[in-house]
């Protein structure tokens, strides 16, 4: 009984979900975004840095199950500090992607709760500081020589509708995907803040 009355009322809120699917939308938004590390590095302390701008288009469509789909231009960013021979070192660095997501939206209060999947390709551009002996330097992506891989990861947001177009969507990304060495890999993650049109 028990099993019928949960797969009833999940199918009852795909349906929901289904009938109030959005179109065709856009969305510009900020972050901050930061790591989690495999293994600590001692010395080591990873810290977060702003994220800014995320911009992209969104669509809901039915694939089995009602999904809204985006694809945009998005950011990872984190800052770590470490103390060099009793000299600190300070990094800051926010690099540029091409995010892919796919979130299911499920009616909750009056917005919806949203859990999907994200898939980032590096561009292998962005900017940084590095900051060492109190003098700081810009540095681009040539000079931070950017080389990461595919990322992958968890998105769980929510989303308020402030009107029947205008919608704030709220929430937090957790990567998957290691980069670096095995020994000194990382996971990004981060919060996010996004104001969507839907036309």
């Known amino acids: ?3 019928l009355l949960t797969m009833t009322l999940a199918l009852s809120s795909l349906m ?4 109030e699917l959005p179109g065709w939308g856009v969305y510009l938004g900020a972050g901050q975004g930061g790591v989690t590390a495999e ?10 840095e702003p ?8 669509k809901g469509v039915m694939l089995g199950v009602p999904l809204v789909v985006s694809v945009g231009l998005g950011k990872r960013a984190f800052s770590a500090e470490m103390d060099f021979y009793g000299y600190e070192m300070k990094m800051a660095e926010t690099s540029d992607w091409i995010d892919v997501a796919a979130y299911m939206p499920y009616p909750l209060g009056p917005g919806f709760a949203q859990v999907g999947f994200l898939f980032g390709n590096p561009l292998n551009t962005g900017k940084g500081t590095m900051s060492f002996m109190g003098e700081e330097e ?9 080389d990461y891989g595919a990322d992958y990861g968890l ?3 929510y989303g308020y509708p402030v009107t029947e177009q205008i919608n704030v969507n709220a929430g937090y990304y957790m990567g998957l995907a290691n980069h670096g060495e095995d020994d000194n890999a990382v996971n990004f993650n981060g919060m996010f803040l996004f104001l969507g049109y839907n036309f």
């Open 138 to 146: 810009e540095l681009d992506g040539d000079d931070m020589e950017l």
């Open 39 to 48: 293994n600590d590095t001692e010395g080591m302390t990873w810290g977060t």
């Open 1 to 3: 009984m028990k099993y």
């Open 51 to 58: 994220a800014l701008p995320f911009i992209g288009v969104s």
């Open 155 to 157: 998105i769980l947001a």
């Open 16 to 19: 929901v979900a289904q009938d």
